[in-house]
């Protein structure tokens, strides 16, 4: 498993220990599902985050984080060696703050959620109905609890 993560943004402080964090929260959601796989994460301000969103998804707002698969579907064959490059999570941190503080809980979980959320996207899980939903939130929580950031 391979996971990069790069902060491209300016105006939230970026603590260097997310870095080893969000890698063990990918991680974990690659491992859950016996993925062996490379994911980017992107770290981004709320006005980037707006103009993926708007740009990708027809969608003019801000959100708190957008997961871009690499493939789609069974149209490309899985590389020799294992799955290669399975696509890019970018999350936004004020975002990220904001939902910790209404939640009540440390911005680190905020963001390890949304990573393994983001993953969980690239690996096929969605919650287009309440069956999915269910069951992608109970996988976001097994890995989080995995981490020592459990409800």
């Known amino acids: 498993m391979k996971v990069r993560v790069s902060n491209r943004q300016r105006q939230e402080r970026v603590d260097p220990a997310w870095i080893p964090l969000l890698t063990r929260a990918v991680q974990g959601a690659l491992a859950a599902d016996g993925v062996d796989g490379e994911v ?24 708190d984080v957008l997961s871009f698969a ?8 899985d590389p020799p060696g294992g799955e290669g490059l399975l696509g890019d999570v970018v999350i936004s941190v004020a975002t990220a703050r904001h939902q910790a503080r209404m939640f009540g809980h440390a911005v680190e979980r905020e963001l390890a959620f949304l990573a393994v959320h983001g993953t969980l996207h690239l690996l096929g899980y969605d919650h287009g109905d309440s069956a999915a939903e269910k069951a992608m939130m109970e996988r976001t929580e097994d890995v989080l609890k995995s981490l020592g950031l459990g409800r």
């Open 40 to 63: 980017g994460v992107t770290l981004v301000s709320d006005q980037r985050i707006r103009l993926l969103n708007r740009r990708y998804r027809g969608v003019d707002r801000v959100t």
């Open 70 to 77: 690499q493939r789609e579907g069974d149209e490309l064959a």
